[in-house]
């Protein structure tokens, strides 16, 4: 099957063969992953560009332990990887530490933060990785930040409502962000990133909404923000606004929870299957074995709105919380 590929990937292709180091090399490789047609044509090239990634991450954690320092790259596990982003002092290690009990450390002053930070946070039955990041700021930034945003599927980018100056901090980040080509946009956005661009979805999380006068800047912030992402607010001190957090997390991250089910037995409700939104039935099976995928028939579907073991054909979009049953 031919592999037509798009200007795009062979754009993004040409740097890679012309990148110099790991880390370049490395971000390309990433770009050519995210722009390649997913189609059977490219089965083998992409996994062949995953093998490379691996064997490049490899590297590059290798040449870092012989310089003594930390692996910058975080391992996405769970279902998402979730990385906060602000300004210094926003309260996006408090965030971290209360939504996913991972160790980050909380401190007064600013820059407190200064390496990547992953915990998990459960939600209902599936669990989601959040990454604290150091501050985004023009006094000073560790460099590697904004590489570690564009990797994520989801961006938390946290405002700081006790600060006079939150709209300019956030105005701050955002065009840092942007000097790196990374740009947050929100769920809805469809626009194809521009050659070497990312757009990674971001809610915009108005944090301290215990502090005095918290309430009227959430009011400016919103009229800035409202038209451009989901907005929430919330205290990581009081815990005011954490579970509208979660839920809206959980709804940005663009994923369904559906639930197989053998004939003939019960669904196991406790090990959901995730898969990105808009995944149909043939793609759920895939999911589950590749070998499903060729001896699918027919799957019977509960919920979604449908008739209670309805049968629906290999292309039906699953829905949240549907329980399918496969035949093969
Ligand atoms: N009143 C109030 N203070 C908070 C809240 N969240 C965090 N703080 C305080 O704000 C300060 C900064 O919190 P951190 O979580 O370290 O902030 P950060 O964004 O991780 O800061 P850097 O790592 O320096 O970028 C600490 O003194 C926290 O106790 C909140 O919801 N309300
Ligand atoms: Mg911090």
């Known amino acids: 099957m031919p592999a037509n590929l798009t200007p795009q990937y062979l754009e993004v292709e040409k740097r890679f063969r012309e990148a110099k180091g790991t880390e370049e090399k490395l971000a390309a490789l990433e770009e050519m992953l995210a722009v390649i047609p997913k189609h059977k044509g490219t089965e083998h090239l992409r996994g062949d560009l995953k093998r490379r990634r691996a064997k490049l991450k490899d590297d ?17 596990e769970g279902v998402g990887q979730v990385v906060l982003v ?8 408090a965030l971290v530490a209360i939504l996913s009990k991972a160790s980050t450390e909380v401190g007064e002053y600013p820059f407190t933060t200064r ?3 992953a ?3 459960p939600y209902v039955n599936i669990q989601i990785q959040l990454v604290d990041l150091p501050a985004v700021s023009d006094t000073y930034m560790e460099p590697w930040v904004p590489s570690l945003v564009r990797p994520a599927d989801l961006c938390l980018l946290v405002g700081d409502l006790a600060s006079g100056a939150v709209l300019e901090e956030l ?10 080509k990374v740009k947050l946009v ?27 006068g918290a309430d009227d800047t959430l009011e400016i912030l919103r009229s800035v923000y409202e038209s451009r992402f989901p ?15 979660r839920r809206m997390i959980y709804d940005n991250l663009g994923i369904v929870r559906v639930y197989c089910k053998p004939p003939g037995e019960e669904p196991s409700m406790k090990s959901p299957v995730v898969l990105p939104r808009g995944s149909t039935v043939l793609e ?12 699918l028939k027919f799957a019977r579907i509960w919920g979604s709105g449908k008739f209670d073991g309805q049968r629906v054909q290999r292309d039906y979009v699953v829905q949240e919380g549907d329980i399918i049953e496969i035949h093969i």
Request: glycine letters at 8%.
């Open 231 to 245: 907005i929430v607010s919330v205290s990581a001190q009081t815990a005011q606004g954490l579970e509208a957090l």
């Open 284 to 295: 759920m099976a895939e999911s589950i074995h590749k070998d499903f995928a060729h001896q």
């Open 60 to 76: 590059a954690e290798q040449a870092r332990r012989r310089k003594g320092g930390f692996s910058i790259a975080v391992d996405s």
């Open 186 to 212: 929100s769920l809805g956005d469809a626009e194809a990133p521009a050659i070497g661009w990312a757009r990674k979805r971001a809610i915009l999380v108005a944090n301290k909404m215990d502090a005095p």
């Open 115 to 117: 390496k990547p930070i």
């Open 119 to 121: 915990g998990m946070m």
């Open 86 to 93: 602000g300004p210094p002092n926003s309260g996006k290690s």
């Open 171 to 180: 105005e701050q980040v955002l065009a840092i962000l942007e000097r790196s």
